[in-house]
């Protein structure tokens, strides 16, 4: 990992090197004027993986920009995506449905009534779970009390009689 003297160093050599200007025609190369963060700053900041980040990258979850050495280069405000990435994640919801999300506010819609019904949905997804837990649950309760009461079955079972269909 990473200390903070390098990162402080690589930045300040990076913004050295690097300046924003226009090739020929309308192609752009990016270079840097500002504080941008590399992969490895980034994944420091974030403790999210390089790997990761990548992938995030590549499913267009964050924007970057390639500097003249080919390296990604991500804004400062990335990391405060990174977190909201992390976040909807733990609430259930799929990186194509972030990317939805995303994609919406970059288009300047507020997407919160598209979250709202992503939200309810989850929830009833959620619940169905838990009430599905909640039968599994039962099932193995009984087939334990079962197997206690019968310790040494005959166990002529394709696989073992614990495991067979039970009759009540």
């Known amino acids: 990992m990473k200390d903070l003297t390098t990162v402080v160093f690589n930045r300040l050599r990076l913004k050295s090197l690097i300046t924003l ?4 025609d309308t192609e ?3 270079h840097y004027d500002t504080m941008m963060l590399s992969i490895g700053d980034l994944a420091t900041q974030t403790r ?3 790997k990761t980040l990548r992938y995030w990258t590549d499913q267009q979850l964050l ?3 390639r500097g003249n050495n080919n390296y990604r280069y991500y804004s400062p405000d990335t990391p405060k995506r990174v977190a909201f ?3 909807t994640q733990a ?10 999300i995303l994609e919406l506010r970059s288009e300047g819609v507020q997407p919160c009534n598209e979250v709202r019904h992503e939200l309810s949905q989850h929830l009833a997804a959620v619940q169905a779970r838990i009430a599905e837990l909640g039968r599994l649950e039962t099932e193995l309760v ?3 009390a079962w197997a206690k009461a019968h310790p040494d079955p005959d166990c002529a079972a394709e696989g073992c009689v614990y495991l067979e269909p039970r009759t009540t």
């Open 91 to 100: 609430l259930g919801f799929s990186l194509e449905e972030i990317k939805s």
């Open 63 to 65: 924007e970057t920009r």
């Open 21 to 24: 200007h226009s090739d020929r």
């Open 28 to 30: 752009k190369r990016w």
């Open 48 to 50: 999210e993986s390089v």
């Open 142 to 144: 009984a087939r334990l």
């Open 85 to 87: 990435i992390r976040r």
